[in-house]
């Protein structure tokens, strides 16, 4: 047992190297997803599963009648179904369930770009945003759906997250007294419009010397030291939103969902504010998503075959899905409380498998597979794997099983991220630009990894990541690298059991952070917590 997990174990919300990421995913890690009453079968609404004709308008019709009902499951029965649309799910509580991912498949035969238009990047250039957005079974608010694609269509690229197209579309609810990161309980100004159970953002603003970005980094030397001004597209991220369950009111002392993800210091004018509407409670379930096969693009310019995306979306999730023939696979966009189980990414290779950006927390992804590419790969495209970027924060890749790929960053500095338990093929690169930042923020940890290939790059992270943690990863040597450390001097990074994959105790760091639930060390938030459920 590594002295690692010890420490952990008298620390675990505060600990400066591991994480507390024991309630990340779908209702806090719930390991069963709600069973809503099915209330369509896309087949009555006209769905043919011949694959003859076009069922998108059938099922978009039989999802809008489920969200006009309040919710309920949309039924795709086995067969095939093409669609020469996109799916949109914009309504909270609604189920789109298949027979199975062997048995229900759609058949996407356009492209976002087809079918929504060109989305260039609000950083300039020639790139394709349907390289890194958007999903052919894309989960996102109606209005704030309505808005991004309005939006593309007039050539005015949005920003993707909580607060709008503009990041405006917010107002303040209270402000927040200082607190220390892992608080479960902080003290508000003014309660009057919080109640248990109401999702909220916590929103933290930078100063003019960067301090909040070098809290994320860890603090000391190296992150002072750090040149932040020119690093454009990191500060276009910044304030930092994270969303939020209430738990429990009482008097100004306000009990969180889960623990601070940071410190909420008077510099940085911590407060709890409104958001777009979020969708919630929604989920995919029991089917292939397979694009018509396409060859990969040259590297960001993707047309947009891409797979199931989460979009302002907060405790939704997918299970048993498959994607085939995609130029990107799942990914969350300023999506929060999500799980991905038991989903694969497969055919002739993506861009991205995963990805996960613009300010995406507390998701989980679990039991997932990146299938080899069954065509080699066109000259000029890129390969990353599991993505992470943006400031997203507290999100977990547990169980994998990548057959190609490797732990990507694509700087935006991410940070406090686990990946665990996972078998990896490293043969991918990160990616990212220079004014993103740094590839690393504080508190990522690599637990239990098997390197197939032996490459250490973004797999051993020790001389990479300020304040991380590399534990129970086999031999690796540097080869093929591009990856280097952004910050100078001490990075109070941990190596443990190196040499050694598989027999590290915990074997997963997720899971055993779950079992610590059962312990003394949460009794008193939990208790909290589950009283207001």
């Known amino acids: 047992m590594p002295a690692l997990w010890r420490e952990f174990t008298r620390t675990p919300f505060t600990h400066p190297q591991i994480p507390y990421i024991g309630r990340a995913g779908q209702r806090a890690g719930a390991t069963r997803f709600p069973r809503r009453p099915v209330v369509a079968d896309v087949r009555v609404y006209g769905a043919t599963a011949d694959g003859s004709a076009d069922s998108a308008p059938a099922i978009n019709r039989a999802v809008a009648a489920a969200g006009r009902a309040g919710g309920g499951t949309v039924l795709i029965p086995p067969g095939t179904y093409r669609l020469d649309g996109l799916i949109h799910v914009g309504h909270s509580n609604v189920v789109l369930r298949g027979a199975g991912s062997a048995r229900t498949k759609l058949y996407a035969t356009r492209s976002l770009s087809e079918l929504i238009g ?3 990047s609000r950083y300039g250039g020639d790139k394709s945003s ?5 999903g052919l079974i894309w989960f996102c608010p109606s209005d704030r759906f309505d808005s991004l694609t309005d939006a593309i269509r007039a050539k005015a690229w949005p920003f993707e997250g909580w607060t709008g197209n503009k990041r405006d579309e917010w107002e303040t609810l209270t402000k927040v007294e200082p607190a220390r990161r892992g608080s479960w309980t902080v003290t508000v100004a003014d309660p009057g419009r919080l109640r248990p159970g109401r999702l909220v953002l916590l929103r933290l603003a930078d100063d003019a010397g960067h301090t909040l970005l070098e809290h994320m980094a860890g603090g000391g030397p190296g992150p002072e030291a750090y040149h932040w001004d020119d690093k454009t597209k990191l500060t276009s991220y910044v304030p930092y939103e994270w969303p939020v369950r209430i738990a429990r009111v009482r008097g100004r002392k306000v009990t969180l969902e889960r623990p601070l993800p940071l410190d909420t210091r008077p510099e940085w004018d911590p407060r709890l504010t409104t958001h777009v509407e979020a969708l919630t409670g929604s989920g995919v379930e029991g089917l292939t998503l397979e694009a018509v096969e396409t060859s990969q693009a040259p590297h960001l310019l993707d047309r947009g075959h891409n797979g199931v995306a989460f979009q302002c979306a907060y405790d939704c999730w997918a299970d048993d899905i498959v994607v085939r023939h995609m130029d990107n696979g799942f990914g969350l966009v300023a999506a929060s409380a999500c799980t991905l189980r038991n989903t694969r990414v497969a055919g002739r290779g993506s861009h991205h498998p995963y990805f996960c950006r613009e300010g995406s927390h507390d998701n989980l992804v679990e039991d997932f597979v990146i299938e080899r590419r069954t065509t080699p790969a066109p000259a000029g495209t890129q390969l990353h794997g599991i993505n992470v970027e943006g400031l997203s924060s507290y999100n977990v890749w547990s169980r994998g099983d990548m057959g190609m790929g490797t732990f990507d960053t694509h700087r935006g500095m991410p940070f406090a991220n686990v990946r665990t338990d996972i078998t990896v093929t490293n043969n991918g690169r990160h990616g990212g630009d220079a004014s993103a930042g740094p590839l690393f923020g504080a508190r990522f940890t690599h637990w239990n990894i098997r390197v197939t290939n032996a490459r250490a790059g973004l797999t051993r992270i020790d001389g990479l990541a300020p304040y991380s943690a590399t534990v129970g990863i086999n031999e690796v040597t ?37 079992e610590l639930e059962l312990g003394d060390h949460l009794g008193d938030h939990l208790g909290d917590h589950l009283s207001a459920r």
Request: charged residues 25%.
């Open 478 to 514: 540097e080869f093929d690298q591009i990856d280097v450390p952004d910050f100078s001097g001490d990075l109070h990074s941990r190596l443990e059991l190196y040499g050694t994959s598989g027999t590290v105790r915990p074997r997963n760091l997720y899971e055993a952070q779950r």
């Open 130 to 134: 349907w390289s890194w957005a958007g």
């Open 118 to 120: 060109a989305y260039g």
